[in-house]
Each structure stands twice: as C-alpha cells, then as structure tokens.
C-alpha cells in the first residue's frame, strides 16, 4: 500500500503547480516561480506526452510614465495550451501556446478616458529541462531530484495596437515584441504523503521595434504538498519576482518592475484515469513596488491530461 502511495505521490509531483507558470503577455511584475513547472516538473519517462489547458485571470494597474495624472488598468485573461514531451531519459521538452485577452483603460489628467480590449495569439514559449540528479531510495519510500531548465519566449504576440490612432502602452499589448530566454534550477524531494519542491529562474529580454525593454526579472518558488488520498493533492507555497524597471528608448520606467511575494495555495484532483483537474491562487501579501502600482491575486484552473 506505501509503494502504491509512492507511486500516486510521483504522480501528483507530475501534475503539481499547473498555474505557477509566468503569464503569457507583458506585465512587469506579474507571475512568480518557474515557467515550466505546470509540463515538466517530475522526472521524465521516455515517450510520455503531457498535455495542459490552463485559464488565468490577473488584475494589474500603474501610474502612467507619459502622463503622470493618468492611471492604467489592466485585466488579462489568458488560454494556454502546454505540450510537455520525454524524448529520453531525463529530458522535459515544452511547448506552450497562450490565447490573450487584454482589457486596458486609461483615466485621469485632462483627457478623456480610453479603452481598448486587443485580443488574439500571445508570444510562444520554448523549454527544456535537464534532470541532473535523480535519486531513489527505497528504504525511505523517498526521491529527489535537481534540474536544469532553459527556454525562451518568441515574440509572436503582435504589439502594434492602437486606441484612437495612438499605440497602446507596452504592457496592454498582446506580446512584448522581443525574446525572453529564461535559465533557472528546480529541486524536488518526495517522501509519502509529502512533496517539497523548491526553484530559481532568471529571465531577460531583448528590445523589441519601438525600442521598449523589459527589466530583467529573478523569479523563485518554494511549495510544500500534501496527498491525503491517492487522488488529490493540497498544495500551499511562497511565490516571488522582483524585476528591474523597464526602459523605453534607454529611460527607465519610473512605474515598472519591482519585488512581489505572494502566497499560492492550490489543489490537484485526479478526475478520471490521466486526466486531472487544477486550480490554484496567487495572493499578493508583501509588495515593495517601483513608482506607483499595484498587483492583484493570480487565479488559474485547468486540467491535465497524460498520453503515451
């Protein structure tokens, strides 16, 4: 019955952290821990594809860099599909595709409030990520393992929306218009009913066409979980990002990038055979934001399915 218990636990260290990705899009201080948690977590098996449909909703406003009496609003909701394949032994590759909608409003100072709903294909993202050290002992009914996970972002979201023939800010547009390679180390140690899952990235980006720069970002994660029965787990962590301010034309971004930590409680519920269902929170709790910001909860759901 333990071993079979190990088993459910490997599994459910397979399927946990579904919303712990980055968002799709651009915010510069939005989204904590490591982009590919929710396909590659666990160590691989050969030939094993993993598929994920995630939705996410996030809530974000700043002061506007043009116009200092201006506030912006943006909520962002996202559709993403995750592929995660095996290859060979110990190698996660991943693919994931986002569908964006991004709602922005402008208001405040003399002119009148502005809006505007741009909606379509995200940027892309790559990855792959290299198990290093993976190790079983059997008489503890315990595994750990250390990772290597690189990968980039593609700018195939288009940023060139207007509102009343002027270009929308970088952060309503639906991609960021320039590459984001990300290099980061995710450790895991699993020991039935627990899992304790612990990861580093850093990430950049390049300057996109209308010399606009995302700041460079750390994001970290720390998360603890629990498998009162085989078929669900309870999982409840610590989730941070602290970005550098972006630069448009070399300035920076007064009201961009800064440190956020948020609490992450979630869980995962094994629906039916492979397919399992997520759902998970990001809750702001300590926020030392540049300029004047603010960032709302993080709220994502999906379900995930395995194929051979």
Known sequence: MRIRRLAALALGSLLGGVAWEAPAGACSICGCG???????DAVPVVGQL???????????????????????????????????????????LVVSIPAVLKQWNASGGSSNSQSASPYG?????????????????VHQLSRQSVALTVGTSFPTGPDDATVDGARLDQHAQLGTGSFGPYV?????????????????TGRMHSTNDY????????MFSVQFQYHPIDR????????????????SLGAPQENTGGFALAASPGLQFNVVADLWLTAQVQLPFYTHLYGEQSLGPIVSGGLQYRLF
């Open 232 to 247: 669900l787990a309870i999982h409840l962590g610590v989730d941070g990002r602290w970005a550098a301010r972006d630069t």
């Open 211 to 218: 010399q606009y720069r995302f700041g460079n970002a750390l």
């Open 50 to 92: 993993r598929l994920d449909l995630t939705a996410e909703y996030l809530t974000a406003s700043a002061r506007s860099d043009d116009d200092a009496a201006v506030t912006e609003r943006l909520a962002q909701t996202t559709l993403k599909l995750v592929a995660g394949y095996s290859p060979v032994a110990r190698l996660n």
């Open 121 to 137: 294909l995200g940027d892309i993202e790559a990855g792959a990520r290299l198990f290093l050290l993976d190790s079983i002992d």
């Open 34 to 40: 490591d982009p590919l948690l929710s396909a590659s």
């Open 184 to 200: 980061g180390l995710q450790y895991r140690f699993a020991r039935d009913p627990f899992n304790v899952f612990a990861s580093l």
